[in-house]
């Protein structure tokens, strides 16, 4: 299939324009960790394309378009392939990486490589920076963390870590964790290497995810929004809401329209007409 993600033009200025950054636009820590925020605090997650039984667009006016203009947000393989065009128009040098899921897993071979990350190189800087915009999980990164082990990350609220993890393969396995404040102990969000991975490679991932029935972004809504006091998540029909101070609030959504109000109103997410949200 055509890469055509390298040969659409990028408008950066819409791109700012959508994540609120009125900031300096050069090549450095500074801005990497305010764009990566305001993306965070601008742009929604929902997977509704896959719901509909339709792989999203990974093609760069594609993707302009719809989270740029349409009120719509994406999923992780649309906001990092979003964020590292907005990355290298300034002079980032941006690898693509895949990473295995393993929230809840019992070992970290156990699920294959399906979540986009990327590593952000900043000009005179030794080391590169773990930058995500895409991951539908609470233990997000609000801001990139440098890639080094053995230091704690203290990040808009959130705490992470980096850490080396025994594996078969001749490449270093990289754990990302986050703390988990109600716990009080880190949970591994997951695991990489550097190998690099290309656009391609991620259309195939991505149509899977989108189609596959074993998926879990095929089979009902999911949607997340991140605020400074709040952060917003549903679930197919559970909305959870965590306030900045900790507090965590459920409901039960028993109406199709709830959920499409819920979307609409709290998450900022144009509903495609037609679609039908499952239970």
Same mark, same amino acid.
């Given at each position: 299939m055509p890469d055509t993600v390298q040969r659409t033009p990028f408008d950066l200025d819409t791109y700012l324009k959508r994540i609120g950054w009125e900031g300096? +636009?050069? %090549?450095?820590? #500074?801005?990497l960790r305010g764009l990566h925020l305001a993306h965070m605090r601008s742009i929604p997650f929902e997977n509704l394309d896959a719901v509909g039984g339709r792989a999203p667009s990974l093609d760069l006016a594609d993707l302009t378009a719809k989270l740029l203009h349409d009120r719509r947000g994406g999923?992780?393989?649309e906001h990092n392939t979003l964020f590292a065009a907005a990355l290298g128009a300034l002079g980032f040098d941006v690898t693509r990486l895949a990473a295995r899921?393993?929230?809840? %897993?019992? +070992?970290?071979?156990?699920?294959? +490589? @399906? =979540?986009?990350a990327l590593l952000a190189g900043v000009p005179g800087e030794p080391r590169p920076y773990l930058a995500d915009v895409g991951f539908g999980a609470s233990?997000?990164?609000l801001e990139p $963390?440098?890639? &080094? &082990?053995?230091?704690?990350?203290?990040?808009?609220?959130? !705490? =992470? !870590?980096?850490?080396?993890?025994?594996?078969?393969? /001749?490449?270093e396995m990289w754990v990302l964790e986050a703390f988990r404040a109600a716990e009080g102990d880190w949970e591994a969000q997951? %695991?990489?290497?550097?190998? /690099?991975?290309?656009?391609?490679?991620?259309? $195939?991932?991505?149509?899977?995810? %989108? @189609?596959?029935?074993?998926? /879990?972004?095929?089979r009902r809504p999911? #949607?997340?929004? &991140?605020?400074?006091?709040?952060?917003?998540?549903?679930?197919? !029909?559970?909305? &959870?809401? $965590?306030? #900045?101070?900790?507090? $965590?609030?459920?409901?039960?959504?028993t109406e199709e329209a709830e959920v499409? +109000?819920?979307?609409?109103?709290e998450f900022g997410v144009r509903v495609p007409e037609g679609l039908t949200l499952p239970d």
């Open positions: 300096e +636009r050069r %090549a450095d820590t #500074a801005t999923y992780c393989y899921v393993v929230v809840g %897993a019992d +070992r970290l071979e156990s699920r294959p +490589r @399906t =979540h986009m233990g997000a990164l $963390v440098p890639l &080094t &082990t053995g230091t704690e990350f203290h990040g808009a609220g959130r !705490r =992470h !870590r980096l850490v080396h993890a025994p594996h078969r393969g /001749p490449l997951y %695991a990489f290497t550097l190998e /690099p991975f290309e656009h391609a490679d991620f259309e $195939v991932i991505n149509w899977h995810i %989108a @189609t596959s029935p074993r998926s /879990p972004f095929s999911y #949607a997340q929004r &991140t605020a400074a006091d709040r952060y917003l998540l549903l679930d197919g !029909r559970l909305l &959870t809401e $965590v306030r #900045a101070d900790g507090r $965590v609030t459920e409901r039960e959504l499409r +109000r819920v979307l609409e109103e």
